[in-house]
């Protein structure tokens, strides 16, 4: 998932929104669910978040996960402080 070209559209100000709105919202919620079950397959690298699937089934619980009306992604914009803070995946 790479949200880089969606980023580089916007103005700055606009952009860094963005950007905290999506690794807060999206990132962590991914992080949070998959860190004890899969960690070793994703790793964030500045905007670019690589799901890496070895095993099929693995690939197939993701993504049904994923697209699950039950995974609920937060729709309100993070705060400053959370954003200043987040870390995941092992992140480089």
């Known amino acids: 998932m790479n949200f880089a070209a969606a980023f580089d559209d916007a103005n700055r100000g606009r952009q860094k929104a963005m950007e905290g709105l999506v690794r807060e919202n999206v990132f962590r919620t991914v992080s949070d669910a998959w860190k004890d079950r ?53 992140e480089q």
Do not use: I
């Open 38 to 90: 899969a960690s070793v397959m994703m790793s964030l690298k500045g905007r670019e978040l690589t799901v890496t699937f070895s095993d099929p089934a693995k690939r197939d619980e993701f993504f049904n996960w994923l697209e699950s009306r039950k995974t609920k992604f937060p729709d309100a914009p993070p705060s400053v402080d959370s954003m200043e803070q987040l870390e995941l995946f092992g």
